[in-house]
């Protein structure tokens, strides 16, 4: 994963926002281990339904990367 640190990511912009993607994959494991969906929410002061959405991939699936300028080849174009 390239180095964005210094960029927020998507859902870690929103001010409102209450998990990470680091946060998502904490969830995720907690998951695979047995812990019940609803304790896992309270643990994280969210709805059962939004861990819910990030076990089955849903929500925070991958970090989103970098926005990338608008491709050079489109200037370098043949024109006839």
Known sequence: MPDIS???RAAERNGMAKLTYA?????????AKGMKQGDI???FG????????ICCNR????PPTPLVKARAHRATRNHR
């Open 6 to 8: 210094l960029e927020r």
């Open 23 to 31: 946060k998502a994959e904490r969830i995720r494991a907690m998951y």
């Open 41 to 43: 929410a309270a643990k």
């Open 46 to 53: 969210v709805s059962a339904v939004t861990i819910s959405h």
């Open 59 to 62: 929500r925070y699936t991958s």
